[in-house]
């Protein structure tokens, strides 16, 4: 139960500071991008010095994944790069793929 209240809180505080940075640049994409490149930027910094535990639940899971779901795609990806570059390449290009068709196929749907 620790675990699931270290990713809450700091989901909670990765969400807040989403929508800051996103207020900061005026809900542009411009504040999108800007989050998920920090976001990218944190995750891989944390990466490499081998955050574990607890800290890793509420920095990784739950702060980095409420400020940008793309950081944990980025580390994903690049693991998977790591291992096996043709799946990681496979992964990256199914997550974006998917990940915008199915956007807009939602959106199509949601707005009929």
């Known amino acids: 139960m620790t675990g699931v209240l270290l990713v809450a809180m700091g989901g909670a505080a990765g969400s807040v500071l989403r929508h800051l940075a ?3 640049l005026g809900g542009s994409p411009w504040g999108t991008l800007l989050v998920n490149v920090l976001g990218s ?5 944390l ?4 955050v574990q ?3 890793r639940l509420f920095l990784v899971t739950g702060l980095l994944g409420g400020f940008t ?7 994903e990806a690049a693991a ?12 990256v290009g199914a997550s974006l ?15 009929r």
């Open 22 to 24: 996103s207020l900061a």
């Open 41 to 45: 930027a944190a995750i891989g910094a």
């Open 47 to 50: 990466a490499g010095w081998g």
């Open 53 to 55: 535990g607890g800290m």
């Open 69 to 75: 779901t793309f950081s944990a795609f980025s580390l």
């Open 80 to 91: 998977l790069w790591a291992r096996a570059p043709v799946l990681g390449a496979a992964y």
């Open 97 to 111: 793929a998917l990940g915008l068709g199915t956007f807009a196929v939602a959106q199509a749907i949601a707005a």
